[in-house]
């Protein structure tokens, strides 16, 4: 299994970047993937997640309303569309996925990052004044 998160960088305050994560080893239209942050000093904070078998999506309120996810089942990939980027976004991002028949409760548990058994190795997404 592998996640390999790319399109973080630095980006001026009010901006936008798009995140991509990119999945294989598993079967990707039985699993959801999520979207952490972690900024420094901070936990590890659930943003945002897409259950594969039906398209449904979470977003905490963070974020509702400026971020949007989408997947391409073609390519196994989740993309993480970031606007109005705001100095407070500042982390590295991280996906991970997860099979959510395995999961009670999944609309209550999935913003947990302990539901979730594949991480990517994070993308540092920096915004700036």
């Known amino acids: 299994v592998q996640l390999v998160e790319s399109g973080g960088g630095l980006v001026q305050a009010g901006g936008s970047v798009r995140l991509s994560c990119a999945a294989s080893g598993f079967a990707f239209n039985d699993y959801a993937i999520g979207w952490f942050r972690e900024a420094s000093g901070e936990e590890r904070e659930a943003i945002s997640c897409?259950?594969?078998?039906?398209?449904?999506?979470f977003y905490a309120d963070s974020v509702k309303g400026r971020f949007t996810l989408s997947s391409d089942s073609a390519k196994n990939t989740v993309y993480l569309q970031m606007n109005s980027l705001k100095s407070e976004d500042t982390a590295i991002y991280y996906c991970a996925a997860t099979d959510p028949r395995l999961i009670r409760q999944w609309t209550i548990s999935r913003a947990s990052p302990y539901e979730y058994d594949y991480w990517g190795q994070g993308t540092q997404v920096s915004v700036s004044w």
């Open positions: 897409i259950d594969n078998r039906d398209g449904s999506t």
